[in-house]
């Protein structure tokens, strides 16, 4: 059983009464849910992203077989990430259409980003697909048995920029969040 606050219930109360005020009464759940499917899958995404940049520092700890081995995982997850996140930022224009069509009839009108944020998601896809390029060459020049440090460093040196990227993204993301459910 569950015991709640009188705090926590006065906060719950007061945030949907203003949901209900500013949105003429009613509480659209399923706009709500359609708007909440992108912050959610993206909050697994930032971890994903982080658990991938990492391989900067374990790719130092490791040798031989399992070093082998490793790489070819983060090979194979830096794919799966560049459709993964292809997945997402669709999802968030999938669910602004839901919030459009459900407020206003019209699934274009909420549809076009009209913050930093949402500019941000597809030039952030648009660089992430780059460095998944570069990624590729270096796994070519490799195995083509070319030197491929400089390959090596600039997708390394994509990697930070990405994360950097990524995170003032979330942030922005979360700040957002306050403007579209408010």
């Given at each position: ?127 992430l697909l ?36 990524a995170i ?15």
């Amino acid at each position: 059983m569950f015991f709640y606050s009188k705090t926590e219930i006065l906060t719950a109360s007061i945030i949907y009464d203003y949901h209900l005020e500013a949105n003429g009464g009613t509480l659209d759940l399923v706009r709500t849910l359609a708007l909440l499917a992108h912050p959610v899958l993206a909050c697994g995404l930032l971890f994903w992203i982080w658990w991938q940049y990492s391989w900067r520092k374990k790719s130092t700890l490791v040798k031989g077989e399992e070093r082998k081995e490793a790489l070819a995982r983060h090979e194979k997850m830096g794919n799966q990430l560049v459709w993964a996140t292809f997945i997402v930022i669709l999802i968030a224009f999938i669910g602004r259409a839901i919030a459009g069509w459900r407020s206003n009839g019209d699934v274009f009108s909420e549809i076009w980003p009209t913050n930093l944020h949402g500019f941000m998601g597809p030039i952030g896809f648009a660089l992430l697909l780059v460095l998944a390029k570069l990624g590729k060459q270096t796994k070519s020049a490799r195995i083509a048995g070319e030197k491929f440090t400089h390959l090596k460093l600039k997708h390394g040196r994509a990697a930070d920029f990405i994360i950097i990227i990524a995170i003032i993204h979330a942030f922005l993301g979360f700040l957002y969040l306050f403007t579209v459910l408010g």
